[in-house]
């Protein structure tokens, strides 16, 4: 699993930083997380491809969250997109985008399924590779955060030693689940001389806009990686308060009740030029702090 930052910038773009998007990617597939302005022109830039990308989750409708949703929608049925495509977001974004379709005449190419948010948390999609689950935050508006897992595909093969001890390939799914290899003579063939370890399953939590609260760290207990707002660097605590946002030492606090393995930092103000100071405040408490910049892909 890895994450692929397309903006790092809270409401409003500022020295070449973009508004809140990141893609997830699971297997190959693409899982699109917030889509602000410009988000489409940085997938094209960052090489993020279209064609993998069937599940979209929006966590509010503040428009540097989702104003880049309208063109994104519209470019892949102008270049023919044919798969259907999931949304997942707050009720009343449909009717708007409905809204645009019908004014401009707009017949998509595919089919666009909307999910509404539910009030509280839930499972949101399973597939054989991953799952997504919503959780409230808080935040001035209602706002969700969402818990990216991926399933384990159980054990690695070693294409060489299957081929080496001539392994039927209709047995690879069961050498996969740690089976043993019995040949019709009765030998046994280890499943550790044919596979290896095969990796972890995987937890990202992406903590949307919200100000310094323990009433999600239920849902995020234990992730691998932590994806939380740092809006204002710590001296402007009480305006991140205010304007429910939350500080680097916030969010560091946060990573360290979940009990997480990293923490991601962004959606900054543009009253900062500068991104050190951010991840020099939140080291002070995880150590195992990263800055989201974007292009950079993280592993979770």
């Known amino acids: 699993m890895r994450v692929t930052i397309l903006g790092n910038n809270s409401a409003l773009p500022a020295f070449g930083r973009n508004p809140t998007a990141q893609v997830v990617s699971v297997y190959g597939e693409h899982i699109l997380i917030d889509c602000g302005e410009g988000t489409q022109v940085q997938m094209q830039k960052h090489g993020v491809k279209w064609s993998k990308l069937n599940y979209i989750f929006i966590s509010h409708l503040h428009g540097d969250h989702y104003f880049g949703l309208p063109g994104l929608i519209n470019s892949m049925s102008l270049l023919g997109r044919q798969a259907d495509?999931?949304?997942?977001?707050?009720?009343?974004l449909m009717p708007m985008l409905q809204q645009m379709l019908d004014w401009a005449d707009?017949?998509?190419t595919y089919k666009l399924h909307f999910h509404p948010l539910p009030d509280g948390a839930e499972l949101l999609v399973e597939t054989d590779n991953f799952k997504v689950s919503c959780f409230p935050v808080e935040h001035r508006i209602t706002c969700h955060g969402f818990l990216v897992e991926s399933k384990t595909r159980g054990r690695k093969l070693l294409p060489a030693q299957c081929r080496d001890y001539e392994i039927p390939r209709y047995y690879y799914d069961k050498l996969k689940q740690g089976?043993?290899?019995?040949?019709?003579?009765?030998?046994?063939?280890?499943?550790?001389?044919?596979t290896t370890e095969g990796p972890d399953a995987k937890k990202y939590a992406f903590c949307a806009d919200t100000l310094f609260t323990d009433s999600f760290i239920q849902y995020i207990q234990g992730a691998d990686t932590i994806y939380h707002e740092t809006t204002y660097l710590h001296n402007d605590v009480e305006k991140a308060k205010a304007r429910y946002h939350s500080t680097p030492v916030q969010a560091a606090e946060v990573a360290k009740m979940a009990n997480a393995k990293?923490?991601?930092?962004?959606?900054?103000s543009s009253k900062y030029r500068e991104l050190a100071p951010f991840r020099e405040?939140?080291?002070?408490?995880?150590p195992n702090t990263l800055v989201a910049i974007e292009g950079n892909s993280y592993d979770v």
């Open 85 to 92: 495509l999931h949304l997942y977001a707050p009720a009343p």
């Open 106 to 108: 707009t017949v998509l």
């Open 179 to 194: 089976e043993d290899y019995i040949r019709k003579d009765g030998t046994v063939i280890p499943n550790d001389w044919l």
């Open 262 to 268: 990293q923490l991601l930092i962004g959606h900054f």
């Open 281 to 286: 405040e939140a080291m002070t408490v995880f």
